[in-house]
């Protein structure tokens, strides 16, 4: 079962990311949207109604999930440039999947997170090396997270849905 849950392996939270490895993590963020569009564009609802493991999401659940996820990315990521180590809330990512939206076609998830990444790889290529050692402070992990390291997790947290997915369409 951990396979399934974790099929590309668990992201290592006490690993720091140097400043130089973010550049190809930052051009996999740009890749990415397109790499899962591609991935979904056709999909039909019987696959996109298919959990990825028992008692998972289905693949319209993970792409809905990953907007909502990087949406919040993309405000702590702000918070963090523009604030003092600001404290972001969590939320439960368990039950966002299951509003009412975790139904929709997938169509405006996708979009939300072409635009988002448009944007986040604009600001990340814009920023100075100090600026990636900005912070937030994530009370529900009651931990400290280092942009940088911020966007190796989003690589990783892109990459392990993406093989949800492709586990679901098998």
Request: aromatic fraction near 12%; include cysteine.
């Amino acid at each position: 079962m951990e396979n399934l849950k974790y099929p590309i392996g668990k992201f290592d939270n006490t690993k720091e990311y140097p400043y130089e490895s973010l550049s190809g993590a930052i051009n996999y963020l740009e890749d990415f949207p397109k790499i899962l569009r591609e991935l979904v564009t056709g999909l039909p609802d019987d696959i996109l109604d298919t959990p990825y493991r028992p008692e998972g999401w289905t693949v319209r659940q993970v792409v809905h999930h990953v907007a909502d996820s990087h949406s919040n990315m993309y405000i702590r990521v702000k918070c963090a440039l523009t604030e003092e180590n600001p404290t972001i809330k969590g939320y439960s990512e368990g039950d966002w999947a299951n509003l009412p939206d975790s139904k929709l076609p997938i169509e405006s998830s996708l979009n939300i997170i072409e635009g988002l990444h448009e944007r986040l790889v604009f600001i990340f290529r814009n920023l100075k090396q100090e600026d990636f050692e900005k912070t937030f402070y994530h009370n529900g992990y009651q931990r400290t997270y280092i942009l940088r390291n911020v966007i190796a997790l989003y690589r990783w947290h892109s990459e392990h849905h993406l093989e949800h997915i492709k586990l679901a369409m098998n």
